[in-house]
């Protein structure tokens, strides 16, 4: 049983940054596909940014394109979700996941990864 836990949790203001890690208990080769997603309160789970870790290739949800940055270091086992330029709406409790699947299209779908962390609280105040 893989368990991953995030950690970074923290308070900016509008403008600064923040590194989330999340670490897995066990790695293996057959998980290659990372995702980050954020719950806020009264809003359903979106996608935030996901990565195929054998091929490289990310997606970014819109909102957070060019602000996030997804990337995993393999000695460290962690992947990592870097953001800048936070916005009070990016205010949110943000889960990793993971899959070695990843589901059957290339989109940012929960239902798609079937290992998840237990979330990290990210606060952003104008």
């Known amino acids: 049983q893989v368990h991953l836990a995030e950690s970074g949790a923290g308070s900016v203001q509008a403008g600064g940054s923040l590194r989330l890690s999340c670490l897995a208990s066990?790695?293996?080769?057959?998980?290659?596909?990372w995702g980050w997603f954020r719950q806020a309160p009264g809003k359903e789970r979106e996608g935030v940014a996901r990565?195929?870790?054998?091929?490289?290739?990310?997606l970014y949800a819109g909102s957070v394109k060019g602000r996030f940055t997804i990337y995993r270091d393999n000695v460290e086992n962690t992947v990592y979700l870097l953001m800048a330029n936070l916005q009070p709406e990016d205010t949110a409790i943000y889960y990793c996941?993971?899959?070695?699947?990843?589901?059957?299209?290339?989109?940012?779908?929960?239902?798609?990864?079937?290992?998840w962390g237990q979330g990290t609280q990210v606060t952003v105040s104008s």
């Open positions: 996941a993971a899959d070695s699947r990843g589901g059957s299209t290339w989109q940012l779908r929960p239902e798609y990864f079937t290992y």
């Open positions: 990565l195929n870790t054998r091929s490289g290739t990310t």
């Open positions: 066990d790695y293996t080769d057959e998980l290659d596909h």
